[in-house]
């Protein structure tokens, strides 16, 4: 069959055989853990014998180069089951769940059974058929076959091939004596003292190995093939004895009258079932997609076409399976250690002594910061131990976004080709080490910022309140600004002084802008228009400040949202608030309590509410004058219970903290417990707020530099 040129890639269909033995296939830096347990192993199998599609694999093709992108485990487990046959008896007896007490009749009824189940569930997932096949199907000369005949002919090889697994499971079943009927069929080593011996059939535990009985038993084959002289036992014996030493006479005798009691029965069948299996291989075929010479995201476009429903490949993924990412750099110890941590996270065998490519620094580069600026990283993203991917990400975004004017998949991928030497203020490889350096500064010096701090005495970073777009974009024009004013540190002087209004500048900013939904749909063209306006200097004064907006835009947003229960004209969305609360208690310097993250809490219960009989009760109980930031312990022992159930002097403490997070007298806790007082707790809420986003906010921007 002729490749179908399909745009950028081509299809074509490969034996399973080939697919396995390529030696140009390479692991990409970067693969996902591998998943698969012998259940989803097992099922690979069945549809191998059953001569169901395997579906398609995609390779990133350059030269003589092919990177895996897809497929892995399909391809780890065809390969086990090629060069070591036995495994398919290994996952068989998870997959069966029999135990070595029941009959070999019993075994196989258990594996009709659920062959029976899997058929029926996959018969189940559809029966999408073309029309093409509907009719007929096309021959090599391109007459139309009958459906009927094509139908029988492939249930008959279909019946041949499945019962070449149902043979290897019965003898392997049948005749152990260890763990296996396969390898204890050709355990001699009580008759044949030697290392040779041992090994070219025996691994290290002493036992037979599978994997080198195979090319053993095909050995054995290829040498005796003329006349199928192979099949006969004088031949294996004779074969044995001339290559090997036994014990003695005695030995050599007890080894014939075993194989000739056993040979058709056990080793002759082993021999035959490996050698249909290997046929197998050399007719089934599975689908490979080669992609080359194309760009990051219409690789990623093609590969999720094409995966629809599956788990979709990151740019990342996709970008370590580029030969321009996988060129050797050098980097500093301290790199080195982040990006063995990176490979020890992914349980990949990339040694540490192996040499580092492009790809791993920025891979890498989070894990860096973790480790050399947690405090000033932690204030943006709380990552959890698995979070391993969001890492890759994250990184590639931050130097892509530094460095670059951007962070879409061209400006990303673009870091691959640049020159070691770039120009002032740009990335270059051969100063990736001085680059990381930088960043790391940065964010050392962002951990002094005091409106973060307060975010983070809450339990929360930047990106849990606004998303990662905002972040990131905070983060771009911050760390433009700080090289513009000179990288300004810890001493206070004019420049930290302008790189600390800017930061609160930014702050207010992107949590305006996503509290008024303008981040809605592409981030990543908001972000490289962001950062080209702050390039062309059009957004900052002549002393490197940022330009502030005359006239206050929270004043209007906070009248729509407390009269009209509205943002841009649209009904206030459940938990939409969140950013506005949480910057409530920032500009009013509410710190949370250590180590008790924030709960957004409705002061008058939501079951309240839902019993009052006002009109607009499902709208009042989600705004903003019934929400309020407390210490999860707090809200806990709050125990969604009206203020007016508490007691001073039954529980003082909770009291005050209460009255102390929710700005609310402990004299108005009765009032403010009745949805009927709405208007009045309205009032008082608007009031607090119009102080903190009008006046306070306006008292640190108007701070003297």
Known sequence: MSDLILLMYTISPVNLKSFVEDSAVKLPRFQRKA???????????LSVFKNYPLGTTILFKQGNIKYLLDGRQRRDALSAIY??????????????KFTYNWSVSQVIDRFEEK??????????????????????????????SNTDELNQEKSKQNKDNMSVLRNLIEVAFSYRKNSSGITDSFDFKKYIPGKYFKNTLYGENEKVDGAKLKKFLHDYKSDHSAKDEYKKAETFIEFIDHTYDFNSESDKKKFVQEINANWESRQLRIIELFDNIDSIFNNLTIGIIEASDISTSDSQKIFNLINTGGTQLTASEIMSAKPSWNAPVQVSSKISTAIDKL??????????DAKKVKWDIPASLVYYLEDNASKGFGLFFKLKPDDIAKRITIGFKLISGFYQSGVKKEDIDNLANLPDTDKEGRFGWNKANECCEEIKNFFNVLADDKYLQILNSWGK????????????????????????????TGHQNTSK???????????????????????????DSRIAKNIIIFENDSATEDNGLLKIQQTNPWTALLEEIFESNQIN?????????????????ILTDKTGKADDPADIDHIIPQAIWESSTISNKDVLKNSLLNLALLPQSVNRSKNKRPLSSFSISNEPSLVNDLSKYEDIAISDFAKYSQPTNWQD???????????????KRTSILENNI
């Open 115 to 144: 062959l029976a189940e899997f058929i029926e569930s996959d018969d189940e997932s559809g029966d999408d058929t073309d029309e093409q096949n509907a009719q007929g199907e096309i021959s090599e000369n391109g007459q139309v």
């Open 461 to 488: 970073c930047l990106s849990d309140i606004v998303s990662d777009g905002p972040t990131m974009n905070y983060l771009f024009l911050a760390f433009r600004s700080w090289i513009k004013l000179g990288k300004p």
């Open 35 to 45: 998943t698969w347990n012998s259940k989803k192993q097992f099922e690979l199998a």
């Open 343 to 352: 490979y020890g996270n992914l349980v990949l065998d990339v040694s540490s």
């Open 83 to 96: 060069r070591n046959p036995e495994i398919l008896y290994s996952w068989a007896k998870d997959y069966l």
């Open 681 to 695: 707790m309205r009032a008082a809420r608007k009031k607090l707020y119009k102080e903190a986003f009008e006046t």
């Open 497 to 523: 002084h302008i790189f600390n209004k800017n930061l609160f500048i930014l702050f207010d900013s992107v949590i305006y802008e996503y509290q008024t939904n303008q981040w809605r749909g592409s981030s």
């Open 569 to 585: 004209g649209k009904p206030i969305e459940k938990n939409s608030l969140s950013p506005m609360v949480f910057y409530y208690d």
